[in-house]
């Protein structure tokens, strides 16, 4: 491999069976050469982009360069560096993140990442390491300044006045440089690590983040870092390698620390053995060069490449024959059901999974449905195959056989034509009042079917919905929840943030069209349920939530590149048409569609544009004034004015 950069900084090495292999890490971008193809990394895209190349380049020339990038995030989600990360990573050729709760946010937004975990490199240590008894900073703190940690710093100002502490807080509103006074960086920040003994982290806000970037560096120089409860710090593990406390209790757990020298440097240097054993940089870079050859024998570098555009056509192409051949009479898939189905009624609901290869996780979801708990009225399975060629569908034959008590149907397609259409089949072959929308990678709690149906039996909404529990496939870590808020237009204009997981009245369902098969004419799947609960919320449907856990959501990638990231710009823009109406229901809002009001989806005006609505307006206005006009004349006004002042100074109404 042969690496050319602008800005290098650091290389990292590591064998392997044909010879040692060079990793050139740098701040703004590097070129990597193997066999004959070109990889770009971009490290902080937020600022990258931003400073340089939207600078160089138009938005087709954006697009080009980083529809062959891999783009590696190093913000937090929350704060305005991480959606400006954003705005860029879903132009990109795939994302890397060094935090699972970011690689947890892209994937919510739409793009799948892959985690790309910080770790040690003997570049982060400083080249004097003294022992802890010598070390003059008892405690350390290195970060930007928020509002949440100067309130920390000061409820506790009597403890960091009776210590040696540094605090040191930046101003990030505008960019720093190495020569940048109180800005720590190189040499002189591992230097300041060295010389603490306790390195402090606070979170800038109330989201639980936990600092990889700070907590690497100090460990890697011997520093105890000791954190406020923070959500994904494995593989270290609290009280081992760090501490770990709610907020306001750091002050006394770092008195005791500093009184206790023996356990403060044992366990330094427990977390120093473990990140240089089991954390280190070069294994995380033989998985960035893993995946991003696995995906180079995929898909095409180039943002809206020829691969995309031929796939999508593919699609739509075998959607057209499929319903060429409806048309003639045939269906286009065959059915076979076990011996429960056949001698059952309609049932009250169906439980509707759709599959695609996913012959690893299909049993697993097929038994969480019929382990259920019994729902008023009887449950069915129906499982749609989208033309799987993993041999999925016959698994799902062979589990439906053995399964002696429960309604079972297994449609097979004939033709791959997607998500949407699959649902779509899955919500005509269903049986019952209800159904119920599974994926085939996720699975359900046993009281989930039962609750949401009693939710959608009192006839107040056409939908309900539950907590749903986000987990990570690889360690079965949880990963907080989905679907967590009440149902709000507003909201859901402003962000998507109800998953497909939930249940429906089947009626509805067909009365507005089903799922939008359209979608693949402007950009690839992922938006479908989006696209139902905006139509259901512009049709003045009511959906209500559940606020129990009723559903786990599995987390994963199949590959390293979805094409969603890639032609998020072409849904947004559909959107903006087809909701249109809903939008002007809410003007003002800082995103719309999940994305921010001033990029790509324009936010609707507030003042009417239509002649007769602006007739409308200008009528009020003319009503408003005779009655201003009326009151003024009559003199009351006069008369109840010194009553609403007392009542204002009572009230203390402004």
């Known amino acids: 491999m042969r690496a050319t950069s602008s800005c290098s900084t650091s290389r990292v090495y590591w064998k392997t069976a044909s010879g040692p292999l060079a990793l050139t890490v740098t701040w703004k971008s590097t070129s990597f050469r193997r066999s004959g193809a070109v990889l770009q990394l971009v490290v902080a895209p937020h600022e990258f982009c931003t400073l340089f190349l939207v600078k160089k380049v138009d938005r087709a020339g954006l697009a080009a360069a980083l529809g062959q990038t891999f783009v590696l995030n190093v913000e937090q989600p929350g704060s305005a560096w991480f959606d400006t990360a954003w705005e860029y990573a879903r132009l990109a050729r795939g994302v890397f993140d060094i935090s699972r709760e970011g690689v947890a ?11 790309a975990p910080l770790g040690y490199s003997p570049l982060m240590e400083a080249p004097v390491i003294p022992d802890h008894a010598d070390r003059p900073v008892d ?6 300044s928020s509002a949440r940690r100067q309130a920390f710093f ?5 403890f960091f006045a009776s210590r040696h502490c540094r605090i040191v807080l930046a101003d990030v509103s505008r960019p720093r440089h190495a020569d940048t006074p109180g800005y720590y960086a190189g040499a002189n920040r591992l230097s300041l690590l060295a010389s603490s003994k306790i390195l402090v982290n606070i979170h800038s806000t109330d989201r639980p983040y936990f600092e990889a970037h700070r907590a690497i560096l100090g460990i890697s120089n011997r520093s105890l870092l000791v954190t406020e409860t923070s959500r994904f710090t494995a593989p270290l593990v609290a009280g081992q390698h ?5 907020l306001d209790e750091l002050p006394a757990v770092m008195e005791r620390l500093l009184a206790d020298a023996t356990t403060l440097s044992g366990m330094a240097r ?6 240089t054993r089991e954390m280190t940089m070069a294994a995380t870079c033989r998985s960035l060069l893993a995946a991003t050859n696995e995906d180079a024998a995929k898909v095409h570098a180039t943002t809206g490449g020829s691969e995309t555009r031929d796939d999508r056509a593919a699609v739509l192409r075998r959607i057209a024959d499929g319903r060429a051949e409806l048309a003639r009479g045939n269906v286009g898939w065959t059915a076979s059901s076990n011996a429960a189905y056949e001698r059952s009624g309609p049932p009250k609901l169906s439980t509707v999974v759709t599959l695609y290869n996913y012959g690893t996780f299909i049993e697993e979801c097929l038994t969480s449905v019929v382990r259920s708990e019994g729902v008023a009225g009887g449950h069915e399975l129906v499982v749609v195959d989208d033309a799987s060629t993993d041999g999925s569908a016959d698994r799902v034959e062979r589990f439906m056989q053995q399964v002696v008590d429960f309604p079972v149907r297994l449609i097979r397609k004939q033709l791959n034509t ?6 779509n089949v899955g919500v005509h072959c269903a ?10 990678d996720n699975w359900v709690y046993p009281s989930g079917p039962r609750v949401l149906a009693a939710a959608l039996s009192t006839g107040h909404a056409v939908a309900a919905y539950g907590l749903l529990r986000r987990f990570d496939h690889e360690t079965s870590e949880s990963l907080g929840l989905l679907s967590t808020y009440e149902w709000n237009p507003r909201e859901l204009v402003r962000n998507p943030y109800i998953d497909a997981m939930a249940m429906f009245d089947r009626q509805t369902i067909l009365d507005v069209g089903g799922y939008a098969t359209e979608l693949i004419e402007h950009g690839w799947f992922g938006w479908e349920d989006y696209d139902l609960w905006l139509t259901l919320a512009q049709g003045g449907r009511f959906c209500l939530l559940v606020p129990r856990i009723v559903g786990a959501y599995r987390e994963h990638r199949s590959s390293m590149l979805h094409r969603t990231n890639q032609t998020t710009d072409g849904i947004a823009h559909h959107f903006k048409r087809k909701f249109r109406p809903l939008m002007d229901r809410y003007p003002g809002l800082d995103r719309y569609f999940g994305y921010p ?3 790509t989806v324009e936010a609707p005006q507030v003042l009417a544009t239509d002649e007769s609505e602006i007739g409308e307006l200008k009528a009020t206005v003319r009503r408003l004034e005779t009655q201003l006009t009326a009151m003024y004349a009559s003199g009351s006004w006069r008369v109840t004015a010194p009553l609403r002042l007392a009542l204002r100074l009572i009230t203390r109404r402004p």
Do not use: C, N
Not at 106 to 114: D, Q, S
Not at 139 to 144: E, Q
Not at 154 to 158: F, I, M, Q, Y
Not at 242 to 246: A, K, L, N, Q, S
């Open 242 to 246: 760090f501490v770990m406390d709610d």
């Open 154 to 158: 000061a409820r506790h100002a009597d």
């Open 270 to 275: 427990a977390g120093y053995e473990f990140v």
């Open 597 to 599: 009001a001033s990029g």
């Open 431 to 440: 049986r019952g009042q209800y159904v119920f929308i599974l994926d085939a």
């Open 139 to 144: 405690v350390l703190f290195i970060g930007h």
């Open 418 to 423: 997607g998500l949407a259409e699959t649902r």
């Open 105 to 115: 946010e892209f994937r919510r937004r739409g793009i799948p990442a892959l985690h």
